[in-house]
């Protein structure tokens, strides 16, 4: 709250005054009397400067020279009606663009729209991003705003999934635009036609949200998508889910996280799976969270020779990340993970990880040495388990998981080793990272740089 009031207000202390005293009137909005203020100064330039100012409200924080001009149709006289907005200080100038001296003139010009010039204006704003009116970066994201705020529901909602699924976006923005679609599946015809049935779609966005760090909201949207499954749904997707709803519980130490895992065990079934492998993975890590290390660790195992038997070289990786805050040197098993991961293990040589539950630093040895790593400790374990886990969330939804380092699944092992006291308290839960709002956002929206 305090960081939206600074962004709001750039620390000015009548502004700061007035949103507070709003607030504490139980309104949210830009009180009136500091509205009426700020457009003394906007009612005193020409109506050209005025609507020029309309405009560039919806544009965002900064919008680019190039954009506003192409949602003005290239007005000739353009560059005098900015001149007079700079000179008026109401307008800033950018390398590339402007933006409102004062976040709250902006809002107060934005709030001063009628709603059909509202919509319209955002329509313009999306023909000219379509156009390629602005940079590449974050285009599409903006575009999805601006479409849904021009009511243009359907293509925004497209245009939202397409982003989310394209592996293009880093995790946060990803859950972003999921979360968008998903505001407005009941109002889009053909929703089930871009990425999948909606439960499929949840749980899309819940491993972007746990890749993102966001892990109280990856676990109500595993749990939306588990709700949303038709009956008759394969009872091994579930148990996939339900695997990664024991991981985010696990990595909220919420206490039924172990029944999740058994309950994902449950609807794996006994035959070798790559959802068996992965069910028993997730009751490991509980069991180890629960300080059962010895009875993880035989979990784990089992959960090796599942992952061994059908081939899933990513969920085996993880395992020995995982067993590896166990394991008596610390850098067998994540050397082995890593030699897995770039395709590395020696054919000539026997492969560590598949002899032993904790291989010694001696067998892992020429693994490290032949891809130049050194002691798998410490900072070096924790980044292992971010990208191991990371890959193996992101991994069937072509989600950017090596931009949104693992950090839910990160700390799993950084507790484990705490509880050998091998590591400082101080380091077991990793800062999360905000979601950034879009460029594009609503005025009123904090938005991080």
Request: with cysteine; charged share 25%.
């Amino acid at each position: 709250m305090i960081d939206g009031y600074v962004e709001r207000t750039d620390g000015i202390p009548f502004f700061v005054a007035e949103l507070v005293a709003a607030q504490a009137d139980g309104c949210g909005e830009l009180p009136w009397t500091l509205r009426d203020t700020l457009m003394v100064r906007i009612s005193r330039l020409p109506e050209k400067v005025q609507h020029v100012l309309r405009v560039a409200s919806i544009g965002g924080v900064v919008v680019e020279h190039e954009l506003l001009a192409a949602v003005l149709d290239h007005d000739p006289g353009l560059d005098d009606v900015l001149r007079a907005a700079v000179d008026a200080a109401v307008l800033d100038g950018r390398s590339t663009g402007y933006c409102f001296r004062h976040a709250l003139l902006r809002e107060a010009v934005h709030d001063d729209l009628l709603p059909g010039e509202h919509a319209r204006l955002h329509s313009r704003y999306a023909e000219a991003l379509a156009a390629g009116a602005a940079p590449a970066a974050r285009s599409g994201t903006r575009l999805v705003h601006h479409l849904l705020q021009a009511h243009r529901l359907d293509d925004g909602f497209r245009a939202a999934l397409s982003l989310a699924g394209s592996g293009e976006l880093a995790a946060h923005e990803a859950l972003l635009m999921f979360e968008k679609a998903l505001a407005v599946w009941d109002q889009v015809d053909g929703a089930d036609s871009v990425l999948g049935p909606r439960d499929e779609v949840l749980a899309r966005a819940a491993r972007a949200a746990a890749i993102a760090g966001e892990d109280a909201r990856a676990l109500a949207l595993i749990d939306a998508s588990l709700e949303a499954a038709p009956s008759g749904t394969d009872p091994r997707v579930l148990s996939r889910r339900t695997a990664l709803k024991a991981k985010f519980l696990a990595s909220l130490m919420r206490p039924e996280a172990q029944r999740a895992a058994h309950e994902a065990v449950r609807l794996a079934g006994p035959e070798p799976s790559r959802e068996l492998a992965h069910a028993l993975n997730a009751l490991a890590v509980n069991q180890m969270l629960d300080f059962s290390s010895a009875e993880g660790a035989g979990t784990a195992q089992q959960a090796i020779d599942v992952a061994i038997r059908v081939g899933d070289a990513r969920a085996e990786a993880g395992l020995l990340v995982g067993l590896s805050a166990e394991a008596e040197t610390g850098s067998g098993p994540v050397d082995s993970a890593v030699a897995l991961r770039v395709g590395c293990a020696p054919s000539t040589e026997p492969e560590p990880h598949r002899t032993s539950v904790h291989p010694s630093a001696d067998q892992a040895r020429p693994v490290r040495e032949r891809r130049g790593l050194g002691p798998a400790r410490d900072a070096q374990f924790g980044q292992d388990v971010g990208d191991v886990n990371a890959r193996s969330l992101g991994a069937d939804e072509q989600l950017p998981a090596d931009r949104g380092v693992g950090a839910p699944l990160r700390h799993q092992g950084q507790h484990l080793s705490l509880t050998r006291g091998e590591r400082r308290p101080g380091r077991v839960h990793p800062t999360r990272r905000r979601r950034t709002a879009e460029t594009s956002g609503e005025p009123g929206q904090p938005t991080q740089h």
